[in-house]
């Protein structure tokens, strides 16, 4: 049986991604470091009679994550092949760099770039090998947005669009794709938003539900899309990003910096 691994998978997003990917007929290789939610979810998985489920428990801040996870799949699963990666954890927080504490920095910049990173390193060249497979990785609108508050997160999105672009052309020929979904606000409580903003920016096609969020992701990656935008108002809004100078992104951090933290 063919494996899909999905971090971040006990909740939000990843849950859909392992339920979805489950129902396909993949095995499930799911990654999360909250042990009672990956239990719930595996029993859930179970109960609807796909008995091939691996939870794995790690924290993906920490230095060593990716070869944990490679190492704790081989030792459940002799054999068994990953054929769809899908780099689902993340976290976000608005706060300035300058204030942030230190081990908050390090801990987004190992979830965002530095696990993701090295689970490719560590499952592709297998998937490569067995001239098969489908990489997803998750980026954000956020990475055209290097501004304050929300600099660190959209940067260490702008590290993932740019080198899931590098693998997938060094993955050309190769049977194995990757894709790049770009999100813009996707309607859980990652960002904390009141009904009332969400609603609105629901008409606007700013932000979209996370099943279908999930759902437009999974068919780019399977028809090996180099990236995926849902919603048409953020595919509206990227071009004009860079057109924003310092002085009025200044302006209205001063004005309206307060309302993100």
């Given amino acids: 049986m ?3 691994l999905i971090t971040g998978a006990a909740s939000g997003m990843g849950r859909i991604y392992v339920l979805r990917l489950a129902a396909a ?3 499930i290789a799911a990654v999360d470091r909250d042990r009672e939610g990956l239990e719930m979810l595996c029993a859930e998985i179970r109960e609807a ?3 091939a489920v691996i939870p794995i428990v790690q924290d993906l801040s920490e230095a060593d994550a990716a070869a944990k996870v ?3 799949l081989v030792e459940a699963a002799p054999g068994a092949a990953v054929s769809v990666l899908v780099n689902n954890a993340g976290f976000i927080f608005t706060t300035e760099i300058s204030s942030t504490d230190p081990a908050r920095l390090q801990a987004m910049m190992a979830v965002h770039c530095t696990t993701p990173l090295l689970l490719c390193r560590e499952f592709v060249p297998e998937m490569m090998a067995a001239g098969k497979g489908y990489v997803l990785n998750i980026s954000s609108v956020c990475a055209w947005m290097d501004w304050p508050m929300i600099g660190m997160y959209g940067n260490t999105k702008r590290f993932v669009k740019g080198y899931s672009r590098s693998l997938r052309l060094e993955c050309r020929g ?3 794709s ?3 979904a770009i999100f813009g606000a996707v309607d859980t409580p990652f960002f904390g938003f009141s009904e009332k903003t969400r609603r609105w920016l629901r008409r ?3 932000m979209i539900t996370p099943e279908r969020a999930v759902d437009k992701a999974l ?3 399977f028809r090996r899309r180099a990236r995926v935008i849902p919603g048409f108002g953020n595919r509206l809004l990227i071009p004009l990003l860079p057109l924003l100078g310092d002085g009025v992104i200044s302006r209205a951090y001063r004005r309206f910096g307060k309302y993100l933290g």
């Fill in 2 to 4: 063919e494996f899909a």
């Fill in 25 to 27: 007929g993949y095995g």
């Fill in 49 to 51: 009679g796909n008995s």
């Fill in 70 to 72: 490679h190492r704790a």
């Fill in 174 to 176: 190769s049977g194995v």
């Fill in 178 to 180: 990757v894709t790049t």
């Fill in 204 to 206: 606007l096609g700013f």
């Fill in 219 to 221: 068919m780019g990656m």
